[in-house]
């Protein structure tokens, strides 16, 4: 065979109707360049998001979670565009997508709410921004920071260095804590009891003394030592220390332990033990007595 007869017979397969949309023939070289199209269009989505949130937007002084939403949302309009033109190789124009999308709806109707409701919840994530990327959250009992937020779920890495993906509407229907939302800074509460022969005047230098030591104590807003209320068996003593980050919470909380038990040994300060008081009556009814003779 001929080479000539070699790619007449190769045009002749690319040129294979195999089915027709309003009247419109859809070959193999049609379809190849769709799916091409399409795979060119999610590479270029994927490279306008990467240039933009680490090329282009860290010559503005724009935070994370804004520039993150940013090259998120142009991603999704190159895609949504290529899309759009990749469906007019295949003879589908918007009138036929019109009728597509139509009648994807009774399909989303009938199965498909929880991906939309997830959709529009990251939509609004995206503009609204309640949630960014680097926050501190607490969703259901669960605290991580934020890594990444999509369309349909975000992910949170845990403190135990465990990914979980959260749906979106997580975030948009129930409550949710941010603790970097704002103000990263946050009021520690350190609890410890008291024996009530300890000197009350000792006990609030010890703890003063305490949080003016630690160096990631912020001096201002100043630290508050209170009496909160007394005990079965201890004055109950609260220290409230404003750190400035509330990622390190629990490390700074360890260290405030730490240095109250070293500090109250130093000064003779007694934490006591619970006490229960028993009390025994002496002596049987007479009845008892009685039965036993």
């Not at 790619?7 to 091409?36: A, G």
């Not at 490279?47 to 282009?56: A, D, K």
């Not at 704002?182 to 000792?202: A, C, K, M, Q």
């Amino acid at each position: 065979m001929e080479l000539h007869e070699i790619f007449t017979s190769l045009r002749d397969l690319l040129n294979l109707k195999l089915f027709s949309l309003q009247d419109n023939p859809v070959t193999i070289l049609s379809l190849f360049i769709f799916f091409f199209s399409l795979t060119l269009v999610f590479l270029a989505g994927s490279f306008v998001r990467r240039f933009l949130q680490g090329t282009f937007l860290d010559k503005f002084e724009i935070e994370p979670g804004l520039k993150y939403a940013l090259s998120r949302v142009a991603q999704y309009i190159i895609i949504l565009i290529g899309v759009l033109i990749s469906f007019q190789f295949v003879a589908i124009d918007l009138t036929s997508l019109a009728v597509i999308f139509g009648l994807l709806s009774v399909g989303i109707g009938f199965g498909l709410q929880n991906i939309t409701a997830n959709f529009i919840s990251g939509l609004i994530i995206m503009f609204e921004r309640p949630i960014t990327v680097g926050d501190r959250v607490d969703v259901n009992g669960i605290e991580g920071d934020v890594m990444e937020i999509s369309i349909r779920s975000t992910k949170i890495l845990t403190m135990n260095n465990t990914s979980i993906i959260v749906p979106n509407t997580q975030f948009v229907e129930n409550n949710v804590i941010n603790f970097s939302l704002g103000d990263p800074t946050f009021r520690l509460h350190i609890h410890v009891g008291v024996s009530y022969s300890s000197n009350l005047d000792d006990v609030l230098r010890a703890l003063n003394e305490i949080a003016e030591e630690n160096l990631n104590v912020l001096k201002k807003p100043k630290h508050q030592v209170h009496l909160t209320q007394f005990g079965d068996s201890s004055w109950d003593m609260e220290l409230r220390v404003w750190i400035p980050e509330v990622k390190n919470r629990f490390i700074v909380q360890n260290e405030i332990n730490q240095a109250i038990v070293r500090k109250f040994e130093a000064m003779k300060i007694e934490i006591p033990f619970p006490q229960r008081d028993l009390h025994l009556r002496s002596g049987f009814p007479n009845n008892v007595k009685e039965k036993d003779e």
